[in-house]
């Protein structure tokens, strides 16, 4: 949710992605929210929270919280590339249950997993 952490990680701003999250969820569309999660990157109660206010704000009624999955690793090594984010684990059931309840909290469904 923090747009210089954004571009740390991404280079750009996320700006336009939260503008364009407003527009379509007030078309009526009915949008679930799937935000993959980091290890150490956007996977902390704060940002957690701050998303799901932001998505309450917005209309949003779901958030579905993905499991760093690790397994993007291997595509990168099929294109000869390293992978940044190398030796990150998956969270634990625990963390996503009680990252999923911060979701719950704030009047929002919570999913996890994919």
């Keep these: 949710m923090d747009s210089a952490r954004h571009r740390a990680y991404t280079g750009v701003p996320n700006e336009r992605i939260l503008e364009n999250f407003v527009r379509l969820a007030a078309s009526g569309t009915q949008v679930v929210t799937r935000v993959p999660l980091i290890p150490g990157h956007n996977d902390d109660e704060p940002n957690v929270a701050a998303t799901a206010d932001f998505v309450r704000s917005a209309g949003g009624k779901t958030v579905s919280l993905l499991p760093y999955n690790a397994a993007a690793g ?14 990150l684990t998956p969270q634990s059931p625990e963390t996503l249950a009680r990252l999923a309840e911060l979701v719950r909290a704030r009047g929002l469904a919570a999913r996890t997993g994919f």
Excluded at 74 to 87: E, T
């Design 74 to 87: 291997a595509r990168y090594a099929w294109i000869g590339q390293a992978y940044p984010l190398d030796g």
